[in-house]
């Protein structure tokens, strides 16, 4: 159950676009399209952003976008905005009825 | 709207107990699968536990079988985490979470957190 590998860190300016990258394996992101990203403000509770890999809750913004190509899955933020800097986490089932986070991407809107 | 409101967590010892609740309103708990999740402080997510709609198939990630055991009563609309045996590296802000599903897929709807702090 190793956890999925996030950038520690990513930065953008207003308007521009970034894109998160979460990389597992073939046991987890490459074997199922349960791939979810969850924003994180300090001191909340984590938000689902995208689920199913590519599908957007009910109101959240399209300017969030979701992928994935064998074990990597890639969030990507259209038009930055300030209150998109947060936490953000990746998250796959695992198989076998288990589920496996990756490690905080920080994300500075500078 | 779902709502998912914690309570029971603190502070406890090396070897002790604890008991989590999370209670659920806003959408039918009995047909939706609930897990637990927890987070170090500081640092990242780490999925715990999940229960079957009906209670009937639980799931724990390896670090903690045969210590945390976790239950929910549909009558009370009310989801548990037993920690037995606590340890150190159990110190975290413990999530519910609701699952988009009866039997497990993604965790959609998050708690306010609990937190656990395991020290002498």
């Known amino acids: 159950q190793s956890a999925l590998t996030q950038p520690a860190s990513m930065s953008g300016s207003p308007g521009q676009s970034i894109t998160i990258s979460c990389t597992g394996t073939n046991s987890n992101i490459g074997s199922f399209n349960y791939v979810s990203w969850y924003q994180q403000h300090p001191g909340k509770a984590p938000k689902l952003m995208i689920y199913d890999v590519s599908k957007r809750p009910s109101g959240v913004s399209d300017r969030f976008s979701g992928s994935k190509s064998g074990n990597t899955a890639s969030l990507t933020i259209s038009g930055l905005q300030a209150d998109d800097e947060a936490d953000y986490y990746c998250c796959s089932y695992g198989g076998s009825t288990t589920w496996v986070f990756g490690g905080r991407t920080k994300l500075t809107v500078l | 709207q779902v709502q998912l409101v914690q309570s029971g967590g603190g502070v406890v010892q090396p070897g002790g107990s604890l008991r989590l609740s999370c209670a659920a309103s806003?959408?039918?708990?009995?047909?939706?699968?609930m897990h637990w999740a927890r987070q170090d402080p500081g640092k990242g997510l780490q999925w715990v536990s999940f229960?079957?709609?009906?209670?009937?198939?639980?799931y724990y990630t390896d670090s903690v079988k045969g210590r945390f055991t976790i239950s929910r009563d549909n009558s009370k609309n009310t989801v548990y985490l037993q920690m037995d045996s606590l340890r150190a590296e159990d110190t975290a802000t413990y999530y519910c979470?609701?699952?988009?599903?009866?039997?497990?897929?993604?965790?959609?709807?998050w708690g306010q957190g609990s937190l656990v702090t395991v020290s002498s």
């Open positions: 806003g959408f039918t708990f009995s047909d939706y699968g």
């Open positions: 229960i079957h709609f009906d209670g009937s198939n639980k």
């Open positions: 979470a609701k699952d988009r599903g009866l039997l497990g897929s993604t965790l959609d709807y």
